[in-house]
């Protein structure tokens, strides 16, 4: 089976203080790694797929990277917007995502 | 923009009423699936289907059943709603091997009274 582990379950960061969010994960057959920003109330919203270990993506303030075992979501000098549960899963040979339960990011001004 | 849209955002229901949740998606994808969000335990997989009038169970489907009679349209049946069933629903789509992940909808929070 499948498994997803996030830590820390709660982050709380001043503006502009960098940190970094971890993915540990076991999988049969890793397809793909995804990350979604999620906001109270509403849907998680997509933010990355990364395929194999190496491989990095970014997209404004966030970056991610993957390892054989293990991912990385940083934010660089975050701001009160980036404020949110950040959701991590594994897509496996049977194809269906498997997620953890998100990091909470609170940014204060 | 793409859109997977769920009928209701909040919901308030009895004890022992059946329940039915709607969730559409307008970008042609084949698979689509239903989760329920409760704090600490993540999304958990309720059902899923990869084609029309085809369904599969996830990993908590009692209590549970769905319906998919056109490829757009797939709907989460509570048979007879219970409190332990207050929670977030979350609809979403994909392409069949999901190689760009899931589409969400905006969710559908159910209180069950």
């Known amino acids: 089976e499948d498994q997803v582990t996030q830590s820390p379950e709660a982050l709380r960061l001043q503006e502009g203080e960098s940190s970094s969010l971890n993915c540990s994960y076991t999988v049969s057959g890793l397809r793909g790694l995804f990350w979604y920003r999620q906001d109270p109330g509403k849907g998680p919203e997509f933010l990355f797929t990364?395929?194999?270990a190496g491989e990095e993506k970014e997209k404004e303030r966030l970056k991610a990277t993957l390892t054989k075992k293990e991912s990385f979501l940083h934010i660089t000098a975050p701001k009160p917007e980036d404020s949110a549960t950040y959701l991590c899963?594994?897509?496996?040979?049977?194809?269906?995502?498997?997620f953890g339960a998100g990091t909470t990011v609170t940014v204060r001004a | 923009d793409v859109k997977v849209t769920q009928s209701s955002r909040y919901l308030v229901k009895r004890t022992g009423e059946k329940v039915f949740l709607e969730c559409v998606q307008d970008m042609d994808h084949e698979n689509m699936f239903w989760y329920r969000q409760d704090p600490g335990l993540g999304l958990r997989l309720i059902y899923f289907?990869?084609?029309?009038?085809?369904?599969e169970k996830g990993d908590i489907p009692e209590g549970y059943s769905v319906s998919r009679e056109k490829k757009e349209r797939f709907s989460l049946i509570l048979e007879s709603a219970s409190t332990n069933q207050t929670s977030m629903y979350l609809c979403a789509s994909s392409t069949l091997d999901g190689g760009y992940g899931y589409t969400f909808g905006s969710g559908t929070r159910l209180t069950v009274v």
């Open positions: 990364l395929y194999s």
């Open positions: 899963a594994v897509q496996g040979n049977d194809y269906k995502l498997s």
């Open positions: 289907s990869y084609d029309v009038k085809m369904k």
